[in-house]
């Protein structure tokens, strides 16, 4: 045990990037810190959301707070959410929460006067600051605006005589306190699996039976050469774990065909966001709040001469 | 699949819809077109007439002309009146009503002037939707600018702002003669046995009296009928002599044709030997009284019943008896002839059931029974009304004859007329509308109904299910809800297909509130066309039809012979003749072709019962039945070919019984020979009501489930009303973001229930996590209800009127307006003195106040309740008043999910939210990184068998992941035929298998907290939800100190008071058996009326002390602390020294005691002492 150090250097390899999507591997680490990326990823990455609604005319048919937390769930780009601070604890207006360090300022003033339904969307939301809007999913398309992406997200619709005023405040917050401020859609990894076919049992089966063990598996892991009449692995990530050819094979009397495991130290994640913050951000800002994290459990300094009594431990919570 | 797209109001498809609501409208309707015609001429009939007592000059009042006025405003100038509409009623808490008119007309008897007068009797509730409703007609796209619903569909009455509908009630089958047994009969006096031969018989004008053919033990029978409020047994024989002129041997012979040696006990033979000695005994018992002729018995009736008849008083007995023939006995029938027939085939009926050659009909069986619609209730109700006003406009007459003598001139038509204007005439309208707000009927004559109250409910809106429901369903009557054995609760074959087994309550009105099945109809005075039928018509053809085919018509001198040789047609309680045995078949067959055919005569909803020959089963006969009330439901009558719809037939109760109707996964019914069937249904969904057609696959469900579930559908909150805007109910359930159903039934589009969805499609992962999932309880995502699932809101209608609320002296000079009010003090309250729409108001808090013009003084109005209300909406009655006084004040209360809330699927799965739990400890799946929005604990389906929630899971897994909606409705795969072998699940696998899922719908998921696998695979995909209406907001009930009741000073009860829960005898007893004396002292009396008690130990009395004013000590007072209390000074009256009083704590409720007893003379005397060396008490 003595001076062995179990402390590895996690790798990570991006597959694929997009502004909202990103898929890449994780390796050299364990469930916990997986688990932990994925955890603070959905719910502690800061983003700004609207908060605060002070409605001045709403004739419109949906009720103050419907519209207000319909106003909370648009998602607002937030890079700047990170140096932004807490209105809770922010000096500048004493968590009043109103001030330019913690919150933005939004204005919405729509009135219809055609005949025409007229629908108010998150475009028509003005922001007192041009870093923190509604997000625009049409990607700068301009050909867009008359798609759905374009028009930005419905809020209400409006009819004939029917106005909507108000002022919002958006704060920062994060996922764990309301589901409006966190960042991420979708965060999910799955372990890398390992699949080894037996070639001896496999060429016990005939191509009957080879093809109906393949369209065994609901995706598309398995696959046969047509020439050689191979079975070989096109797509091991395609693999669910849902044990249908391991299953299968039992059934057709060939247990052992396959062995399947998942690699305890491998993970491929796949990261969607809600485009508050980038894909590829709102990893960086999650390791970067899992450091704080750590940091905040280091022990200080002066506890080196207590390292009798911590031993490796104390070393290792000094970031030895 | 079709789905209705958002869009056009006049897209929608109600045709479906409009059938349910039927019943209801078409009897209103009828009352409208010709039902107040039909009680004019009856009441003429009866004519009412005054005699003046001293000259006995005769003046006849008859009625004439009813007009029943569209609802129209008041007020305004009479000549352009605006129409009413019912959101005006909604909101200002009117009644939908018109006036209603006729014309009076007085003739002196010899004289040919008759004066008319019109009279108004006032405002007429009118149904939504009837002909005279304003809403009549107009398309969906009108009813929305009229402020309804798209879909309106009537109905239901408005009263003071109330939506009530009268619901139908279940009565004996009309114009039926039924065989009873009954052990009250033979109570009724000595001689009489259990058995008797009833028989309901309705008049045109829907009035109905109750005649029973009661059976002697001597052998003999006695009709026995109501009049006046008492029952009268009259010897049948004297009875069947004065109905016509006839002889014994007529009799003889008429009552023994159904005996026949020949047939002595073969198949269908029904009369015995005995038959003949008894007809001997009933004319004996004539001859005994020495009547002999018509006139002798008809002398003797009048004889008997003059006394009781008043208005006959100076007639002659002749008169009197011909009335009593006419208005008492079987009434549904003018003609005498007609009524000897029906009564001799009654006698043989009851003779049959006596030898046991038939047996009893039974009451409870939806086969002897109709319905009572509302239209009709009215109907009879308003005659009732209008012949006590017409009796009470007699009296009142005959008493200004009485005291102004000779000053009155009868003569005079204006003195007469200003009399009867003073006969409140509206006072008509004002008894049916005090009839619909408390559903009692207060009529001084006999109904003929079987309760007197409980007719009329309030149509809630919590749901459009449950408002739906209302008009679907049939009660048994409350006679019956509190009786004791459940024999009348019994789901009984005979009403297959007509009231729904799945949808009935379960608990007090199990069994007795039925629904009428989709299908099921009620036959009116309609035709298909929307023609009124003409009875008298229908009747000639159905009888030519009828002769034609071989029916010997019954006439005078022929004698019937009866059952095995022929069978007695009856035509709505008639006897119109006989047909052969041998053909009755065939012109069964002959009328039902005729029937199902446009063209013939026949109405499509005649009830062809044909009862067959059989040894010892019902009494044989043709019975058929045109009458309105009936029920029926189509089917496909087979035997007819056909390629379309042509072969629909419509059959009612009575016949099903006896027809051969096969039932897709019916298979062979059961028997062992091939299936004879003629008729077949025509979906098997038709035997389901609609609430219950819309559970996904009900058919793979434990049936008390779907019970279960057509109980919560009713009680889901859900979207409930497109016009909540312009409606002003007390309490308004909503659900802010609804969702249309993934997986659905047929029904659910027929009805265009996705107008009024009702529930979620979330993400429901079953198995057991955390433990926050067992007994029925289910885990939330805390981020989907932050996203918005299940949000909704309470709104409430607070209605002040300043004009009717707080002490009477003030009400009229009490009007809105802020007055004197500190600004601070009440910030929502406007200058107006109402409150800002938006503004949010704390409980206690102002919200609205008024201003006395003469006092100055202002009151305010403070909100009630525990929960924070949002002003939602305000409207004001703004009508002709200069000051506002009557407002509407909607309170919108958000209720957003939390811990303790009630949801259900569609499968009767209920439970209750444990915990919000956050997104992030929820497991997830690898593939596609969702969390569940719901968890359940998997140990809810081995017990419950809800496969069809399985079955949805999948399916609306597989539906999303194709982007389509599932069709859902039940028996599919019998109603299909064989092409698709494919079993439903294999059908749902392989949707699942196609886009990559596991065929079983289970997922590997993994745990939120740890990362980690869940080593077993979870069933996962998306459920709809519904969340029900029961909330902990509206339950909890907590309480530390508080509000104590005066008297005892124990806690008071009641959650609105802010009362405690008792804790009873039952919790003491644990209490004391857990040895937990401290916990119990703390509950019962610490916690609840302790109290220190002063008493004397000298006399031992603590009512006799008393407190002496303490001195004012001069006591410097230290500064900082508080001021010494100065020590009471207790001395004790009856001994006059304040020396021996001790302080003793216990409940308050034994010093109450003590001065009970003292105010019996009891002396309570305590003993005290130190330590436990003596006894406490003696008395």
Redesign the interface.
């Known amino acids: 045990m003595e001076g062995a150090s179990y402390a590895r250097m996690p790798r990570v390899k991006i597959r694929e990037l997009k502004d909202d999507y990103m898929k890449f591997e994780l390796r050299d680490t364990d469930a916990s810190v997986a688990n932990a990326l994925r955890r603070v990823m959905i719910s502690e990455v800061p983003t700004i959301a609207i908060d605060l609604v002070e409605i001045e005319v709403n004739s419109s048919v949906l009720n103050d707070e419907f519209i207000a937390h319909r106003l909370g769930l648009i998602p607002l780009t937030s890079e700047r959410a990170m140096a932004m601070r807490f209105s809770r604890d922010c000096d500048a207006c004493d968590g009043d929460g109103q001030c330019e360090y913690c919150s933005v300022e939004f204005h919405l003033r729509v009135k219809c006067m055609t005949d025409q339904t007229l629908d108010v969307t998150s475009k028509d939301l003005y922001s007192s600051d041009h870093t923190v809007v509604p997000v625009d999913f049409s990607g700068g398309d301009p050909s867009s605006v008359e798609s759905a992406d374009g028009r930005g997200i419905i809020i209400v619709k409006l009819r004939r005589g029917q106005e909507l005023r108000l002022r919002a405040i958006a704060r920062k917050g994060i996922g764990k306190d309301h589901a409006k401020w966190s960042p991420a859609a979708t965060v999910t990894f799955m372990y890398e699996p390992e699949i080894h076919i037996n070639e001896d049992l496999m060429e016990s089966l005939s191509l009957e039976e080879k093809k109906e063990w393949i369209d065994s598996s609901p995706t598309r892991v398995f696959d046969i050469d047509p020439v050689t009449q191979q079975v070989s692995v096109v797509d091991a990530e395609a693999y669910s774990y849902d044990d249908e050819v391991i299953k299968k094979a039992e059934a057709m009397g060939k247990p052992g065909l396959v062995e399947i495991t998942a690699k305890q130290d491998s993970f491929i994640f796949t990261v969607e966001s809600t485009g508050a913050v980038k894909a590829s951000q709102l990893l960086l800002n999650a390791i970067e709040i899992v450091k704080q994290k750590l940091d905040a459990v280091r022990l200080s300094e002066d506890t080196v001469e207590a390292d009798d009594q911590f031993g490796e431990l104390g070393a290792h919570m000094r970031g030895g | 699949m079709a789905t209705s797209k958002p869009g056009s109001p006049d897209d929608l498809n109600l045709d479906e819809l409009r059938e349910l609501f039927n019943p209801h409208i078409e009897s209103f309707d009828h009352l409208i077109d010709a039902g107040l015609e039909t009680i004019f001429r009856s009441i003429n009939l009866k004519a009412f007439s005054v005699t003046h007592p001293s000259t006995s000059k005769k003046l006849i009042i008859t009625l004439e002309k009813p007009v029943l006025h569209q609802p129209q405003k008041s007020g305004i100038s009479s000549t352009s009146r605006q129409a009413l509409y019912p959101f005006e009623c909604r909101q200002a808490k009117l009644t939908y009503s018109g006036r209603l008119s006729a014309t009076v007309c007085l003739q002196y008897e010899g004289d040919l002037a008759i004066v008319r007068e019109s009279f108004s009797f006032g405002q007429f509730p009118i149904m939504l939707k009837s002909k005279r409703c304003n809403l009549k007609g107009a398309s969906p796209r009108k009813l929305v600018s009229l402020k309804e619903e798209a879909s309106e569909m009537g109905g239901y009455f408005i009263v003071n702002g109330f939506e009530r509908y009268i619901r139908p009630i279940i009565l004996p089958k009309r114009n039926y003669p039924m065989s009873t047994v009954r052990s009250s009969f033979s109570e009724k006096r000595e001689g009489y046995t259990d058995k008797a031969v009833v028989i309901r018989c309705v008049r045109a004008d829907q009035t109905s009296l109750t005649v029973k053919l009661y059976y002697l033990r001597n052998g003999s029978a006695r009709l026995g009928f109501w009049m006046q409020g008492r029952e009268y047994m009259l010897p049948v024989g004297i009875l069947l002599k004065a109905l016509i002129d006839t002889t014994d041997r007529e009799i003889y012979v008429n009552l023994t044709s159904c005996y026949n040696e020949k047939y002595e006990k073969g198949k269908g033979a029904v009369g015995t030997q005995l038959v003949g000695e008894r007809a001997k005994i009933i004319l004996d018992e004539v001859r005994n009284l020495s009547l002999f002729t018509r006139l002798q018995c008809l002398q003797y009736i009048g004889e008997h019943f003059q006394p009781v008849l008043r208005e006959f008083r100076n007639e002659s007995h002749f008169t009197v008896a011909n009335a009593v023939l006419k208005d008492f006995i079987l009434v549904h029938l003018d003609d005498n002839f007609d009524k000897f027939n029906l009564l001799i085939f009654m006698l043989q009926k009851l003779f049959s059931l006596i030898d046991q050659t038939s047996v009893p009909d039974n009451p409870d069986s939806l086969q002897n029974q109709e319905v009572l619609l509302p239209g009709h209730l009215i109907t009879l109700y308003l005659k009732a009304k209008l012949e006590e006003w017409l009796e009470k406009g007699k009296t009142m007459l005959l008493d200004e004859i009485e005291k102004k003598g000779e000053k009155f001139n009868f003569e005079d038509f204006i003195q007469v007329k200003r009399v009867l204007v003073k006969n409140h005439a509206s006072a008509v309208s004002k008894a049916i509308e005090s009839m619909l707000t408390s559903g009692r009927l207060s009529a001084h004559i006999s109904l003929d109904l079987p309760q007197i109250s409980g007719y009329t409910l309030q149509a809630e809106r919590l749901n459009y299910l449950r408002f739906l429901s209302h008009f679907r369903a049939v009660h048994r009557g409350a006679l019956f809800a509190g009786l004791r054995t459940t024999t009348v609760r019994k789901l009984l074959p005979e009403s297959w297909g007509f009231l729904c087994p799945v949808h009935t309550p379960d608990g007090g009105p199990c069994g007795l509130l039925n629904h009428m099945t989709r299908t099921c109809r009620i036959t009116s005075f309609y035709d298909s066309k929307g023609n009124i039928k003409d009875y008298f018509k229908i009747k000639l053809s159905i009888l030519n039809i009828l002769s034609d085919i071989g029916m010997t018509q019954s006439l005078p001198k022929i004698f019937l012979p009866g059952p095995p040789e022929v069978l007695t047609v009856l035509l709505d309680g008639c006897i119109v003749g006989f047909i052969p045995s041998t053909e009755v078949e065939k012109v069964v067959a002959h009328i039902r072709k005729l029937k199902v055919s446009s063209a013939a005569a026949i109405p499509n909803d005649l009830e062809v019962g044909y009862v067959p020959l059989s040894m010892g089963g019902a009494y044989p006969g043709l019975y058929l039945f045109t009458s309105p009330s009936r029920f029926v439901r189509p089917v496909r009558n087979i035997s007819i070919p056909s390629n379309g719809d042509e072969n629909i037939e419509l059959i009612g109760p009575f016949e099903q019984v006896y027809m051969e109707i096969r039932c897709p996964d019916g298979g062979d019914g059961g028997r062992k020979s091939p299936f004879p069937a003629t008729h077949e249904e025509i979906h098997p969904t038709g035997m389901l009501s609609v609430v219950a057609n819309l559970t996904p696959w009900s058919d793979h469900n434990q049936s008390p489930r779907n019970m279960y579930q057509c109980q919560m559908a009713k009680q889901t909150m859900a979207f409930s009303s497109q016009t909540i805007?312009h409606r002003a109910d007390q309490k308004l359930y909503h659900l802010?973001t609804p969702q249309s159903p993934l997986v659905r039934t047929s029904a659910y589009t027929e009805y265009n229930i996705d107008e009024y969805p009702s529930g979620t499609n979330a993400i429901v992962a079953v198995l057991s996590y955390t433990g926050y999932d067992m007994e029925d309880a289910m885990i939330l995502n805390?981020?989907?209800v932050?996203?918005?699932m299940f949000?909704g809101?309470i709104y409430q209608t607070e209605t002040i009127d300043l004009a009717e609320q707080g002490p009477m002296a003030e009400r009229s000079s009490r009007i809105f307006r802020k007055g004197n009010l500190d600004k601070s003090s009440c910030p929502s309250i406007d200058s107006d003195g109402l409150p800002h729409v938006?503004q949010m108001i704390r409980p206690d808090e102002p919200y609205c106040s008024s201003y006395n013009e003469v006092t100055n003084k202002t009151f305010v109005f403070k909100k009630k309740g525990t929960e924070p209300a949002?002003i939602?909406y305000v409207s004001v009655d703004a009508n002709k008043k200069k000051h506002l006084r009557k407002a509407n004040i909607r309170f919108?209360y958000?209720r957003n999910p939390v811990i303790g809330d009630k949801f259900s699927s569609r499968h009767g799965q209920k439970g209750v939210c444990s915990q919000l739990w956050?997104?992030?400890d929820m497991p997830?799946?690898?593939?596609?990184?969702?969390r569940p929005d719901l968890i359940i604990n998997p140990h809810a389906f081995p017990s419950r068998m809800t496969i069809a929630m399985l079955l949805e899971s999948v399916a609306a897994k597989g539906g999303s992941l194709h982007g389509k909606f599932k069709d859902a409705t039940p028996f599919r795969s019998s109603v299909e035929s064989g092409s698709k072998s494919a079993s439903l699940v294999d059908e749902l696998g392989d949707m699942?298998?196609e886009k990559?899922?596991?065929?079983h719908g289970?997922?590997?998921l993994?745990s939120?907290?740890?990362?980690?696998?869940l080593t077993c695979?979870i069933f996962i995909g998306p459920v709809y939800y519904q969340r029900l209406r029961h909330m902990v907001s509206d339950k909890y009930q907590v309480r530390s100190t508080g509000t104590v009741d005066q008297v005892t000073r124990q806690p008071i009860k009641g959650r609105k008071r802010g009362g405690g829960i008792r804790f009873g005898e039952m919790e003491r007893d644990s209490l004391l058996a857990h040895g937990a004396a401290y916990l119990l002292h703390d509950r019962l009396h610490t916690g609840s009326d302790y109290h220190i008690a002063d008493v004397c130990s000298i006399c031992g009395s603590m009512l006799s002390t008393t407190f002496i004013q303490a001195q004012k000590l001069t006591v410097r007072e230290i500064g900082g602390l508080p001021p010494r209390r100065a020590p009471n000074k207790v001395t004790c009256h009856a001994c006059q020294t304040s020396k021996g009083m001790e302080t003793v704590a216990m409940p308050y409720i034994f010093r109450y005691l003590a001065a009970e007893l003292a105010a019996m003379n009891i002396k309570m005397t305590l003993k005290l002492s130190h330590g436990a060396n003596a006894s406490d008490t003696s008395v």
């Open positions: 805007q802010q805390k981020s989907s932050e996203r918005g949000h809101q938006g949002y939602d919108r958000p956050p997104d992030i997830f799946s690898g593939n596609t990184g969702m699942l298998k990559g899922f596991n065929y289970c997922e590997v993994y939120g907290v740890y990362g980690t696998e695979e």
